[in-house]
């Protein structure tokens, strides 16, 4: 497994003000028009981020797994100062550096990209999926432990069932019910692909869990990068 050392890029915002400034220009460029790669096929990653804020270090993975056989192939940690103070709405400005180094780190292409959190599901309507998705052009999702501030109808009690994640009328993504009677997971697009494809891909990835596999073992990984690491120079 490859770790390398993750930096803040200089022009990175430092107030929230320009922290918005810089999502309201990117959110134009999301790309919602697209299906994505067909589920169970190619490559998939999956991407966290754990935070010490104690030592001001941030730890980021990348799991890169046949998305077939759920295999992992190749994976990629790093490690890096937090690049911002934490303000709900603009968590992504706290993770981008550092999970961009990972999937810098990785040796081939990521193919679609899961993220632990929210891509049109979003305030701003633009998380987390959706900036890492326009910021490296990939097909990118995002999947949530909760609905954050929206509103849904809880989803049928068997596998694959769901139901609309709304933003008053709006549909920002949807809930899915991974397990049977298990609490649902929070779908929703971030860049290159569509709500149903975005869906059948979190089915696919989770076969046993409530969580898919992308994100279970980026989380293991980065959890496990974080405890190691060095503090960063």
């Known amino acids: 497994m490859t770790t390398v ?18 999502q309201d220009g990117l959110r134009a460029r999301v ?4 299906p994505g790669p067909t589920p169970g096929t190619g490559v998939v ?17 990348a799991v890169v797994l046949d998305a077939a056989t759920l295999d992992v192939v190749p994976e990629a940690t790093a490690v890096g100062r937090i690049s911002f103070p934490y303000v709900p709405g603009l968590l992504a400005f706290r993770e981008i550096p550092t999970v961009l180094a990972a999937l810098d780190a990785l040796p081939g292409p990521p193919g679609l990209i899961v993220c632990d959190g929210y891509g049109l599901a979003h305030p701003r309507r633009f998380g987390l999926a959706s900036h890492l998705g326009v910021l490296t052009g990939l097909p990118t999702i995002g999947v949530a432990k909760n609905p954050f501030t929206f509103t849904y109808d809880d989803p049928g009690p068997v596998r694959g069932s769901t139901a609309p994640l709304l933003a ?3 549909e920002v993504g949807r809930a899915v019910r991974t397990r049977d009677g298990v609490k649902p997971v929070f779908v929703s697009v971030g860049h290159r692909t569509s709500l149903d494809n975005a869906c059948a891909h979190t089915l696919a990835l989770a076969p ?14 980065c959890r496990e990068a974080l405890r190691s690491a060095a503090y960063p120079a």
Do not use: K, M, Q, S
């Not at 050392?5 to 810089?22: M, S």
């Not at 990653?45 to 993975?61: F, L, Q, S």
């Open 45 to 61: 990653t999956g991407v966290d981020v754990a935070y010490d804020d104690e030592r001001d270090v941030v730890a980021a993975a």
């Open 31 to 34: 790309v919602l028009h697209e």
């Open 5 to 22: 050392t993750a930096r803040i890029p200089d022009d990175w915002p430092a107030t929230e003000e320009r922290a918005r400034a810089v």
């Open 168 to 170: 008053g009328a709006e």
């Open 208 to 221: 046993a869990y409530r969580l898919p596999e992308t994100t279970r073992r980026a989380d293991a990984l």
